[in-house]
């Protein structure tokens, strides 16, 4: 009796508290689910394809998937207009999205980070040279940057991880600026200047932690943006070369094929748009979770 | 909100100067020799060599280049093609109207259904039309267009045979060009009239549906979320305590109220709408800005690339320039 009041009256930790709050999300949930089924998919790509992404199946062209009619279970989702087997493009192609994702969302919210650090701390004109910076890349459309500045870098898979992360390295510096503001005002802060601690210590160990909940929703709706936005690069064929079995650029292979065989352009598009989704109803559910303003 | 207004106006000029800035600069840091390039396999004679560069420019220091680019700007001269040598203000304003057509019709989509959508789901919500509707808006959120443009003419075109694959018009069609907007143009059309009218619209259906997914999707959410909170409010227990009927209530009293954020998120939009339209340009083969850029990139074609993106670029900024202040003038609160 006594220890289970007790237990009503301790504070929950952060942790717990997030948890309850992301669980009662059915959509996280669901996310988080599909988000997990593809990482694991995707780290066990070697072993789980049936067979190689660029092997080519003699007289297997354009076959169809197992459940159409003509198809067969040796190809579960058919193959392609060189023979080779979707699914296994599709398992290996899992593994390029996800890390492609991964990248661009490390590239850009180190650099995003370190610029909205030092133009929310130090204010003045560093500041005002940072967000000009900001404003004048915001100002073009984020997908023609990525193109002009892919086609500059030449097509490819990592200067497509390049284009796509310099386009969104400004939502992470407007964010941390945003966030190091507020914080800077903070006794706490004032309290590390008093003992005598250095520019760079209050702004990485002092005010960066306190600001990490809205960067790791920030981070999670752009791994969303970044897949996104790097298989369209892909689509243009500004991105990842054939014969990688990129989801974008399976998709640009597959178009002339659009009539006759539909499946080839099914389910790459498929697989982009269950993770997009997989990861914005994450990054909904963590922003409910963590952002305190929009907690019940 | 004079003085506000002239701070936004002056503000736009280093934002426009760093973007011509940048443009310039891109342009530049494309690895080889665009003289070489434009020269091609034959162009070894050195003396068409140094000519060429020095009518192209390039031979003079990189800052001097630059102030002549500028210069030329304010002239209204943004260069010539390499490709069609023709000047690229004149090729943006050829296709500036279909990119227009198709956005202005995947707006009016979006917001048509995306305001009575996100009203429904607000007053009736957590209802099952709620759920299925705000499921429905995140797909819709998340879905790559140049995927969902290739099923839509699966479906449509190929799969039931109702629409055409791409292009603007049928090429029976010869349409005279007054506005550039074919649903306008076409019904002056000699031999057309309706048929022509209707053969565009039978175009634009499927682009226009494939760009203003997205948009709508925003729309929603938007207008659920901003309904949810002013339905909230006092005034609206007010309104219906004293017995107005309850749609007045929503429509006149919570609307009104709800259509600031709207609007803002409609003028952000826009930049997303040369995004949609270069992917969309590409699947539907519609002569847009879209496509004309990505043809541009790919046929190396550095004037036009140059100052195509100075061009939306600076549309881009001029739009976000006019909503914030509209912003202002909707909401005086804001002017300090």
């Not at chain 1, 005002?128 to 997908?143: E, K």
């Not at chain 2, 340009?281 to 541009?296: A, C, D, N, T």
Request: net charge neutral.
């Amino acid at each position: 009796m006594e220890l289970e009041q007790a237990k009503e009256l301790t504070p929950q930790t952060p942790f717990q508290e997030f948890y309850q709050s992301f669980a009662l999300n059915k959509g996280a949930v669901i996310g988080l689910a599909v988000l997990l089924f593809f990482i694991a998919v995707g780290i066990s790509s070697p072993f789980l394809a049936p067979y190689d992404p660029t092997q080519l199946f003699d007289g297997a062209y354009r076959l169809p998937p197992f459940f159409s009619s003509g198809g067969n279970t040796k190809f579960l989702l058919g193959t392609d207009d060189v023979g080779r087997d979707i699914l296994s493009r599709l398992i290996h192609g899992t593994a390029l999205s996800l890390g492609v994702g991964i990248m661009i969302v490390v590239v850009s919210l180190v650099l995003g980070t370190i610029f909205g650090l030092l133009a929310g701390y130090f204010g003045k004109s560093v500041d005002r040279t940072v967000m000009r910076f900001t404003d004048i890349v915001m100002a073009l459309p984020s997908t023609l940057l990525a193109i002009v500045v892919a086609a500059i870098l030449g097509p490819g898979l990592v200067n497509a991880v390049w284009a796509v992360s310099i386009v969104a390295i400004p939502n992470y510096i407007r964010l941390v600026r945003a966030l190091v503001m507020a914080e800077k005002k903070r006794a706490y802060v004032m309290a590390a200047q008093a003992y005598g601690a250095g520019h760079i210590r209050i702004m990485v160990s002092e005010i960066l932690p306190n600001c990490t909940a809205p960067i790791i929703v920030q981070a999670t709706l752009g791994l969303s943006e970044g897949i996104l936005n790097a298989a369209a690069l892909g689509f243009l064929g500004l991105g990842a070369q054939p014969p990688t079995p990129e989801w974008g650029t399976m998709l640009a292979d597959a178009r002339p094929f659009l009539e006759n065989s539909p499946w080839m352009v099914t389910f790459p598009g498929l697989c982009i748009l269950l993770v997009v989704l997989a990861l914005n109803l994450v990054g909904d559910g963590l922003r409910d979770a963590l952002d305190p303003r929009l907690k019940r | 909100m004079l003085k506000a207004v002239l701070k936004k106006i002056l503000n736009l000029i280093p934002t426009l100067l760093g973007v011509s800035l940048l443009a310039f600069l891109l342009i530049r840091l494309v690895p080889g020799d665009p003289v070489m390039l434009l020269l091609g396999e034959r162009g070894a004679d050195p003396q068409m060599y140094t000519e060429m560069k020095r009518n192209m420019g390039l031979d003079r220091p990189m800052y001097e280049q630059y102030f002549t680019f500028l210069g030329n700007i304010f002239q209204g001269d943004f260069g010539h093609s390499i490709v069609s040598k023709r000047a690229v203000l004149t090729e943006f304003f050829d296709r500036f109207p279909a990119t227009l057509e198709l956005g202005i019709m995947a707006m009016t989509f979006a917001i048509t259904l995306g305001i009575p959508f996100g009203i429904i789901a607000a007053i009736k919500r957590n209802s099952f039309f709620d759920f299925t509707l705000m499921g429905a808006g995140l797909v819709g959120y998340s879905m790559p267009i140049f995927w969902w443009g290739l099923m839509l003419i699966i479906v449509f075109s190929v799969k039931l045979g109702w629409t055409p694959v791409s292009g603007r018009i049928d090429v029976l069609y010869e349409v005279d060009k007054v506005t550039g907007l074919l649903l306008i143009d076409s019904w002056w059309s000699e031999d057309g009239g309706f048929a022509a009218f209707k053969s565009a619209l039978s175009h634009l259906i499927l682009p226009a549906l494939a760009m203003g997914t997205i948009p709508l999707a925003v729309v929603a959410r938007m207008t659920r979320s901003s309904m949810l909170e002013v339905l909230g409010e006092d005034y609206i227990r007010t309104a219906r305590a004293k017995g107005l009927p309850y749609a007045r209530v929503v429509i006149v009293h919570a609307l009104r109220n709800a259509l600031v954020p709207i609007i803002t998120i409609l003028g952000l939009l826009f930049g997303s709408i040369i995004t949609g339209a270069i992917l969309t340009e590409m699947i539907f083969s519609w002569p847009g800005i879209g496509k004309w850029i990505v043809f541009s990139i790919n046929a190396r074609d550095y004037p036009v690339i140059q100052g195509g993106v100075m061009m939306i670029a600076s549309l881009v900024i001029l739009t976000n320039a006019i909503v914030d202040i509209l912003y202002l003038w909707a909401n005086p609160r804001m002017r300090h």
